[in-house]
T-cell receptor, first 112, second 111 residues
Framework: DGGITQSPKYLFRKEGQNVTLSCEQN?????MYWYRQDPGQGLRLIYY???????QKGDIAEGYSVSREKKESFPLTVTSAQKNPTAFYLC???????????FGSGTQLSVL | GQNIDQPTEMTATEGAIVQINCTYQ??????LFWYQQHAGEAPTFLSY????GLEEKGRFSSFLSRSKGYSYLLLKELQMKDSASYLC????????????FGTGTRLQVFP
């Protein structure tokens, strides 16, 4: 079955630690996205990539980094510079510009 | 500025009809999406409107009025499994990948 896989489902981060969230898709989609979801707030865009080896900052990119070395993969690193990382992180992809997004099942990141 | 408003919570009874409203103020408009999200799960696509009018898809319908900056999602014959959050999202222009999401409306369906 085609889809988007995020791992892990739950992740804990210690002070000063970088952590990486995985996102893999086998839908052959060109574009991939990372969103952050906090209680009482809408989804906010962190980074997006429209093609391999290229990505753009979203609205809240500070404290995060990404890479897009393969079409199927778009990992997100939450760095120690992100002072409030606790949130639900959603990865998404889409086939063509303007079309609906397909979402992964999310990663809940918490700080120890 | 950019602003998308939805009610925070709504309740309804099984078998009833519920209408979830979404108003938006954005610098441009090139389509509005509705997604359903069960707690702790991935949002799933429900509907897309780019022209004024009603789009019907089974028990779910979505309406758009561009002149009023207004959309609604209509859910008929409510079922317990419809208890979820419903997210409204606007695409500002034809050549952008960015969506602006509302805070979502949490719907609880009671027997």
């Amino acid at each position: 079955d085609g889809g988007i896989t995020q791992s892990p489902k739950y992740l804990f981060r210690k002070e000063g630690q970088n952590v990486t969230l995985s996102c893999e898709q086998n839908l052959n989609h060109d574009a991939m996205y990372w969103y952050r979801q906090d209680p009482g707030q809408g989804l906010r865009l962190i980074y997006y990539s429209q093609i391999v080896n290229d990505f753009q900052k979203g609205d809240i990119a500070e404290g995060y980094s990404v890479s897009r070395e393969k079409k199927e993969s778009f990992p997100l690193t939450v760095t120690s510079a992100q002072k409030n990382p606790t949130a639900f992180y959603l990865c998404a992809s889409r086939a063509n510009l303007g079309e609906k997004l397909f979402f992964g099942s999310g990663t809940q990141l918490s700080v120890l | 500025g950019q602003n998308i408003d939805q009610p925070t919570e709504m309740t309804a009874t099984e078998g009833a009809i519920v209408q979830i409203n979404c108003t938006y103020q954005t610098s441009g408009f090139n389509g509005l999406f509705w997604y359903q999200q069960h707690a702790g799960e991935a949002p799933t696509f429900l509907s897309y409107n780019v022209l004024d009018g009603l789009e019907e898809k089974g028990r779910f319908s979505s309406f758009l009025s561009r002149s009023k900056g207004y959309s609604y999602l209509l859910l008929k014959e409510l079922q317990m499994k419809d208890s979820a959050s419903y997210l409204c999202a606007v695409r500002e222009s034809y050549n952008t990948d960015k969506l602006i999401f509302g805070t979502g409306t949490r719907l609880q369906v009671f027997p």
